[in-house]
C-alpha cells in the first residue's frame, strides 16, 4: 500500500474513533436530557395538578376539587403537549379516568410503598392490559413517559397522580436531533478524507523529496541541497542529509585528491625506480661484456650500491608508512635526555647542509631535556624534520631547538628554516600521503617520495603529541613538535595547521 494511503487510513481511523466517541456521547447525553426535561414538565404539571384540586371545603373540611371535569379541564389546556392524567385514592384504587364497570385498577405494590415514602416514579412503559398501570383508553397502545407522585395532607398519603405524555413526541424530537447529528457526522467525515488526503499529499511530497535527492546523490551530483525549517523530524532528516551529502561531497573530494595523488605517486616512483634500475642494468651489461675498464669497475660497482640503496629507500618508507599508519609497531615510550639525540642528529646532517650551503645551529637547552617518548621514533622524526628544512633552504639557516613546558608538562622541540617557505594551500597539504610541495622538483633534493612527513605525523600522532608548522612564502617554516610527558593528555589545538612539503 502507498504510504499516502496508509497515512489517509491511519487519520481516518483515528477520527472515525473520535467523531464516534463525540457521536455516541452527544446521542446519550441528548436522550438523557430530552427524557429529563419531560420527566421535569410532567412533575411541574402533576404539581399545579395538585394545587387546582386539593381545594378543601370551609364549611365541611373535605376536599372538594377532585372531579373528572377538573381534570379534564386541565387535560385540555395542556392538549398540543399530549399530556394525560389518572388519579389513585388513598386506597390505591384508580379514580380517573374512571375504570369500567365491576374493574379495579391499583398501581403496583412496589410503586406504592415508595410513593407513601414520599417519593416521585419516573418510568417509560406501555399501559394497556399492563397489570399495576392506569387504563387511560381501551384502544391504547401507545407508549407513555410518565411520573407518579404522591399527594399529601397533614402527613398522610391521601392520593396519587399520574401524569403521563406519548412518547412517541419525546422520540421524534431526540430523532430530530440525531438526524442533525448524523448530517454533521457525515459533512465532517468527509471533510476529514479531503483533509487527510491533502496533509498525507503534502507529508509524501517532503518524502519524495528526499528520494529525489537521495536519487541525485547516488548519481554522484552532491549539489543537492533540501531546505528546512526546522519544524519536526522530517525536518531534522533534511538537515541530516544536508550534512551528509557535504560528508559524501569533501569524501569524494578527498578520494579523488588522494587518487590523483596516487597517481602523481606512482608517476614519480616509477621515475625515481626506472633511472636507478636503467643505471643498474646498464653497468651490469658493461660488466658482463667487459665493456667498463679495469679501472673504472670499482667506482661502477660503488654506483650500483648507492641506487640499490635508494631503491631501498624508496620500498622501506612505503612500508613504514603502512606499518605506523595501522599500528603495527611497537612504542618502547621512556624517559630520555633528548639533549644527546638532538646533538647526534645536527653532526650527522652537518655534512649535507654545508652542501647546501645551510648553516644548522642547535640550541642546546640548559640542564637534562627530559623526554617521554619511543627513542629511535623520536630520533627519525627529528631528522625527517631537520633533513626536510635543509631540502628547502640554501644559503640559509636553520636552528633547531628544545625546550621544556613544565605548566602543560611537555617537551616541545622547534626546527626553524629561512628558506623558501609554502602557501597556506601547501601548508594544509602538508601531511598529506605521496604530497610533495613543488611536483615540478623531481629531482632528490627535494624528496624522493612525499612520505617523509606523513610519516612524522603519524609518529607524533601515535605518541599522544601534536605538530605545529608556521610558514610563508620565501620567508621560511618552523615546526613545533610538543610530546607530552607519562600520564598527561593534550587537548588538541583547533588551531593547528596540516601540512607535505
Known sequence: MKLIYQNMLSFLIVILTTLGIILYSVTSA???????????????????????????????????????????????????????????????????????????????????????????????QKLQDTEGNPRLRKDDNRSYVYVLTPWFQNGKLIAAVWAGSDVSELQTNIGEINSRLYFALLISLLAAIILSFLLSRYQVNRINRLRSATKKVANNDFSVHIESKGRDELDDLAEDFNQMVKSLEASD???????????????????????????????????????????????????????????????????????????????????????????????????????????????????????????????????????????????????????????????????SDTGIGMSEDQVKNIWDRYYKADP??????????????????????????????????????TFIVTLFDEGYEHKPNENKEGSNR
Open 440 to 477: 615540478s622538483r623531481k629531482n632528490r633534493k627535494y624528496g624522493e617520495s612525499g612520505l617523509g612527513l606523513s610519516i612524522v605525523h603519524q609518529l607524533i600522532e601515535n605518541h599522544g603529541g601534536e605538530i605545529e608548522v608556521k610558514s610563508k612564502e620565501n620567508e621560511g617554516t
Open 30 to 124: 441528548s436522550t438523557s436530557w430530552e427524557y429529563n426535561r419531560t420527566y421535569k414538565s410532567l412533575e411541574s404539571y402533576a404539581g399545579n395538578l395538585e394545587k387546582i384540586a386539593l381545594k378543601t371545603d370551609p364549611k365541611t373540611g373535605q376536599i372538594h376539587n377532585i372531579t373528572g371535569d377538573n381534570i379534564r379541564t386541565v387535560e385540555q389546556v395542556l392538549s398540543e403537549r399530549n399530556v394525560q392524567f389518572a388519579i389513585f385514592d388513598y386506597n390505591n384504587d384508580q379514580v380517573y379516568p374512571t375504570p369500567p364497570t365491576n374493574v379495579k385498577l391499583h398501581l403496583k405494590d412496589s410503586y406504592w410503598k415508595k410513593l407513601k415514602q414520599g417519593k416521585t416514579i419516573r418510568n417509560v
Open 253 to 415: 573530494t578527498e578520494i579523488k585528491r588522494q587518487e590523483q595523488r596516487r597517481k602523481e605517486f606512482m608517476a614519480d616512483a616509477s621515475h625515481e625506480m626506472r633511472t636507478p634500475l636503467t643505471t643498474i642494468n646498464g653497468l651490469l651489461e658493461g660488466l658482463a661484456y667487459d665493456a667498463i675498464p679495469e679501472e673504472s669497475k670499482g667506482q661502477s660497482i660503488q654506483l650500483m650500491r648507492n641506487e640499490t640503496k635508494r631503491l631501498i629507500r624508496l620500498v622501506n618508507e612505503n612500508l613504514d608508512y603502512e606499518k605506523i599508519r595501522t599500528n603495527q609497531i611497537t612504542m618502547a615510550k621512556r624517559v630520555f635526555d633528548a639533549n644527546k639525540p638532538l646533538t647526534d642528529i645536527t653532526s650527522q646532517l652537518n655534512k649535507k647542509a654545508a652542501g647546501s650551503g645551510d648553516e644548522l645551529i642547535l640550541k642546546k637547552y640548559d640542564g637534562e631535556l627530559k623526554t617521554f617518548a619511543d627513542y629511535d621514533r623520536f630520533v627519525q622524526v627529528m631528522f625527517n624534520i631537520i633533513q626536510n628544512a635543509i631540502q628547502f633552504t640554501n644559503d640559509g639557516k636553520i636552528f633547531v631547538s628544545g625546550t621544556r613546558e613544565e605548566e602543560r608538562h611537555a617537551s616541545v622541540f622547534t626546527v
